[in-house]
T-cell receptor
């Protein structure tokens, strides 16, 4: 069964450093998302992406964040200068166009630890 | 805006006990409703869904009915197993904004099932 994959599974970085989180969505999906989950809190929407541009972004997704689909398979989230409060689990998700129920398929997540 | 409220946890049950996890929502438009499950160390998996009022979603013995009159989507299972121990998230998307709608999650509730 097709699945969303994410790398790395765990990333440790120092405050102020840039990180890139990578995702490979399901191959026939066209809509892509990033969510994050700070430890013990709810899963929060960051950004949605379609047709090579951002469709919607949350207040969390400020100028320090960017997303890109550099080729036909990868979808990346970049944090330019990490802060301690960026420590969280980051989930990538994708969905097939025309899906009435808007079911999103999630990857296993990348745990980002900023020290 | 959209919001999802889940009952406070954690919940601890004995094997074969009956489970109810409450979820209520506030949404504009006509939301689709979902339950996602997160097993220890894993990502989010869709458990079940319902896309219109009075629909019942079901999977792996779990059920939830979309109740528009009470804006609720409570999760139930008649007889839980140790393997059901996980974190359960209620979530919604609002159909009116198209297929790239974001998921809005509740806080999640941890279920532990004792043998």
């Amino acid at each position: 069964e097709p699945e969303v994959t994410q790398t790395p599974s765990h990333q440790v970085t120092q405050m102020g450093q840039e990180v890139i989180l990578r995702c490979v969505p399901i191959s026939n999906h066209l809509y892509f998302y990033w969510y994050r989950q700070i430890l013990g809190q709810k899963v929060e929407f960051l950004v949605s992406f379609y047709n090579n541009e951002i469709s919607e972004k949350s207040e969390i997704f400020d100028d320090q964040f960017s997303v890109e689909r550099p080729d036909g398979s990868n979808f990346t989230l970049k944090i330019r200068s990490t802060k301690l409060e960026d420590s969280a689990m980051y989930f990538c998700a994708s969905t097939r166009s025309g899906t009435v129920s808007y079911e999103q398929y999630f990857g296993p997540g990348t745990r980002l630890t900023v020290t | 805006g959209n919001s999802v409220t889940q009952m406070e946890g954690p919940v601890t049950l004995s094997e074969e006990a009956f489970l109810t996890i409450n979820c209520t929502y506030t949404a504009t438009g006509y939301p689709s409703l979902f339950w996602y499950v997160q097993y220890p160390g894993e990502g989010l998996q869709l458990l079940l869904k319902a896309t219109k009022a009075d629909d019942k979603g079901s999977n792996k013995g779990f059920e939830a009915t979309y109740r528009k009159e009470t804006t609720s989507f409570h999760l139930e299972k008649g007889s839980v197993q140790v393997s059901d121990s996980a974190v359960y998230f209620c979530a919604l998307t609002s159909r009116s904004t198209g297929a790239n709608s974001k998921l809005t999650f509740g806080k999640g509730i941890t279920l532990s099932v004792r043998p």
